[in-house]
C-alpha cells in the first residue's frame, strides 16, 4: 500500500468525534497556554500532559500531537503584540512582527501573517514526513543494537553540543538523566537496582512528575521575579475582519514561507536543532533575498520565514521521532514520553507492527494544523484579554497545576514529591546556566540506549570492534566522533588564535 | 580564596552522585559477567564515570566563570509554598490545602483584592475538582483531619 493510501486510512482512523474533539480541545489548549509569555511550549506540554488520561491511547496521541503543535502558533502571539516571546521560536518573530504591529499600525495582519505562514511550514513538513517518515523506518529496520547504540549516541551527543554555551555542562546534564532513569529495575533481567530500599525508588522516577518539575515548577519558580512586571496595554482592538490579508500581503508572505517550510523540516529532522534553529535559519536565509520593506522594520517577509520554519521543524521532527525513536528537542522527548506511556514503542518497527497508529498520528498532525489556523484566526479578537493576564495570577494557577497535575499520574505523593525535586533541581540548574532540555531527553532515551548497548555487547562478547566494523556503525561512530571532538578542537584552535593575535 | 557558590557547589554534587553510582553499580550491580556478559551496573556504572569526569571538568571551569548567580527571596517562597502544599496535604488534604494557598498567596503576599481572589480561587478549583476531579475522575487524597471529621 502506498504512502497516500496509509494516510487516507489514518484519516479514516482520525476523523471520528471523539478524536476531533480531543484535537479541538488540545489545539485551544496548547495554543493558550503558548500565547501566555514565559510559559513555552515545553513547559506547555508538560503541564497539560495528565489531560490526555482520559482517552484511549490513540485518541490520547491525538490531543498531544494537537497540544504540541498548537503552541508553536501560540507563541508567536506575545511576540507580536507585546514583543514578548512565548517561546524560544518566536524570538525572531518578535523582530519583525512587533514593529508591524506597532509601527505600521497592522497587528492582526502581523497575526494572520504569523498563523498562515506556519500553516504553510506546517503543511509542507507533515508532506514531506509523509513520504520520508516511512523510508527512515525501513532504514531503521536494517539497524541493529550497535547501529541503534551509535544513532542514539549521536542524538544524545548533538543535544548536549548545542543546547547551551557549554558542551560540558551539556555532557554533564545528560548523565544526570541517564542515571535518573537507570533507578528502578534493569532494563534487561528486571532486577532491581539504585533503589537503596526504597520501595518508591523500587519503581523508578515516574516521568510526568519528573518533567512537569524540571520545566513546569521551575518555570513558576523563575515567573515570580516578572510577577511586579506592568503588563503592556494595547490600544488596539482586534478583529476577524479589520485583520484580513491583501492579495499583495499574501504575495509576499508565499514565497519565504514555502523557503522556510523545505528548510524548517531539514533542520527539525536533525536532533538538537528543532523549532528555535529552524526559526533563526529561515530569518537568516530571509535576509539574503529581496524584501519589500526591510527586515526588522515591520516586514511581512520576515514574520513569514521565521514562523514556516519553526512549524515546519516541529512537524519535521516528528520523522525520526516516530521512525527512530529519537527526538529532536526537549519538548520532543516529552511527546516520545508520553508516547511511551501509553505503550507505545516508537523506532523502526512502529510503522510495521502498528500502522494505525503511525499513519493515525500523521494524519491527526495535518487535521490539528487545520484546527489550529482555524482557532488561531477565532481567538484573534479575545488574544488582548488573553495576553493581558498578570503573571502574579497565573503563578498560583500553575503551581496548583503542577501539584495536582502530578498527582493524578501517580495515585500517590510519591508524585507530588518527584516534581517539587526536580522542579527545586531545575530551578538551581538553570541559574546556573545547566540546560535541562538534555536531562528530559536523556532520560526518555537511556533505556533504549542501555538496552542495544548491551545486546551489542553481548553479540560481540565484550568486543568494541562491533561499533566499528559494520559498515552502517561505522559511519555513524565517524560522525559520532567528529561531533565529540570537532568542538574541542575549534575551541583549541580559537584559544591559540587568541594568544597569538594578543 | 574563590567564594564557595552554586557554580561550584553543582559540579562537586554531581560528582559525588556520580561516585555513589558508580561504587553501587561495579560492587553491588556487577559490572561484567563472563558468561551472561554485561551486568545491571554495566551501562550505569560507564555514564557514572562519564559523569565524573565532566564533573571534574565543569568544577574547573566553575573558577574561570564571571560573577555569582544571584538567588532572590521571592524564589524561595515558591519552593516554600510547595513543599507547605506537599506537607499540608498530610494533615487537611489537597483540595483545603489547595484553597488555603490560593488565599493566603494572593491575599498576604500579593495584597490582591477579595474579588481577584475570589476569581482566581474559582479558576483554580474549577481545573482541579472539575478536570481532574470530575472528568478525570481523580480521587484526591484526605488528610488526617479530613479523615477524622
Known sequence: ?502 | MSKITTKKIIPLLFIAVGLVFAIVGFTHLGFWDTVEGPMPGFFPSIMAIVMIFSGIIAFIQSFKEDGNVEYKAPEFLVISAGIGIFVATFIIGLIPTIIVYIILWLKLFEKSSWKNTLIILAITLFITIGVFGTWLGIQFPKGILENIL
Do not use: H
Open chain 1, 1 to 502: 500500500m502506498g504512502n497516500l493510501e496509509l494516510l487516507l486510512k489514518g484519516f479514516a482512523i482520525v476523523l471520528t468525534p471523539q478524536n476531533i474533539g480531543a484535537a479541538l480541545v488540545g489545539a485551544i489548549l496548547g495554543l493558550g497556554v503558548g500565547a501566555m509569555p514565559g510559559v513555552g511550549s515545553l513547559a506547555g506540554v508538560a503541564l497539560l500532559l495528565p489531560l490526555t488520561y482520559k482517552f484511549n491511547p490513540t485518541t490520547a496521541i491525538i490531543m498531544l500531537g494537537a497540544l504540541y503543535y498548537s503552541n508553536m502558533y501560540g507563541g508567536s502571539y506575545s511576540a507580536i503584540l507585546l514583543n514578548i516571546p512565548g517561546d524560544s521560536p518566536a524570538v525572531m518573530t518578535a523582530l519583525d512582527g512587533y514593529p508591524m504591529a506597532k509601527k505600521r499600525k497592522r497587528p492582526g495582519q502581523a497575526l494572520l501573517t504569523a498563523n498562515m505562514s506556519s500553516f504553510i511550514g506546517g503543511t509542507i513538513g507533515m508532506i514531506i514526513l509523509t513520504f520520508a517518515g516511512p523510508g527512515l523506518a525501513n532504514l531503521g529496520l536494517k539497524f541493529g543494537p550497535s547501529e541503534m547504540t551509535a544513532i542514539l549516541l549521536i542524538a544524545m551527543t548533538s543535544i548536549s553540543w548545542l543546547v547551551g554555551e557549554n558542551p560540558i555542562k551539556g555532557i554533564l546534564i545528560t548523565m544526570v538523566g541517564i542515571l535518573m532513569a537507570s533507578i528502578g529495575m534493569d532494563t534487561l533481567s528486571g532486577s532491581p537496582r539504585y533503589d537503596f530500599g526504597n520501595m518508591y525508588l523500587l519503581g523508578g522516577i515516574p516521568f510526568t512528575p519528573f518533567v512537569i518539575g524540571t520545566v513546569g515548577f521551575s518555570q513558576v519558580i523563575s515567573l515570580i521575579n516578572e510577577r511586579n512586571k506592568t503588563t503592556k496595554k494595547m490600544d488596539t482592538k482586534l478583529s476577524i475582519r479589520g485583520s484580513m490579508l491583501t492579495k499583495r500581503d499574501f504575495k509576499r508572505l508565499v514565497p519565504p514561507a514555502l523557503r522556510s517550510g523545505f528548510l524548517g523540516t531539514f533542520v527539525g529532522v536533525l536532533p538538537g536543532a528543532g523549532a528555535t534553529t529552524g526559526s533563526f535559519m529561515g530569518y537568516a536565509i530571509q535576509k539574503k533575498f529581496k524584501n519589500e520593506d526591510e527586515l526588522g522594520t515591520g516586514a511581512v517577509e520576515g514574520i513569514a520565514a521565521c514562523e514556516a520554519a519553526n512549524n515546519a521543524a516541529a512537524a519535521g521532527a516528528f520523522a525520526p521521532l516516530l521512525a527512530l525513536g529519537i527526538p529532536g528537542s526537549g519538548t520532543g522527548a516529552v511527546l516520545l514520553g508520553g508516547l511511551m506511556m501509553w505503550g507505545l514503542n516508537p523506532g523502526p518497527l512502529l510503522f510495521k507492527n502498528e500502522p494505525d497508529f503511525a499513519w493515525g498520528l500523521i494524519s491527526s498532525l495535518f487535521l490539528s494544523n487545520i484546527l489550529t489556523l482555524i482557532v488561531a484566526i477565532m481567538v484573534i479578537p479575545f488574544l488582548t484579554k488573553i495576553l493581558s493576564v498578570p503573571t502574579k495570577y497565573m503563578i498560583p494557577i500553575i503551581t496548583v497545576v503542577c501539584v495536582v497535575g502530578s498527582y493524578s499520574t501517580t495515585y500517590s505523593m510519591y508524585g507530588v514529591f518527584i516534581m517539587l525535586a526536580s522542579g527545586i533541581l531545575g530551578y538551581f540548574l538553570q541559574k546556573n546556566d545547566y540546560p535541562v532540555a538534555p536531562m528530559l531527553l536523556s532520560f526518555v532515551l537511556a533505556p533504549l540506549l542501555e538496552t542495544n548497548m548491551r545486546k551489542a555487547f553481548i553479540i560481540s562478547e565484550g568486543s568494541l570492534s562491533i561499533f566499528f566494523t559494520r559498515p552502517i556503525t561505522l559511519v555513524l561512530m565517524i560522525i559520532f566522533i567528529s561531533l565529540i571532538t570537532v568542538p574541542i578542537i575549534r575551541g583549541i584552535l580559537g584559544k591559540v588564535k587568541k594568544q597569538k593575535t594578543a
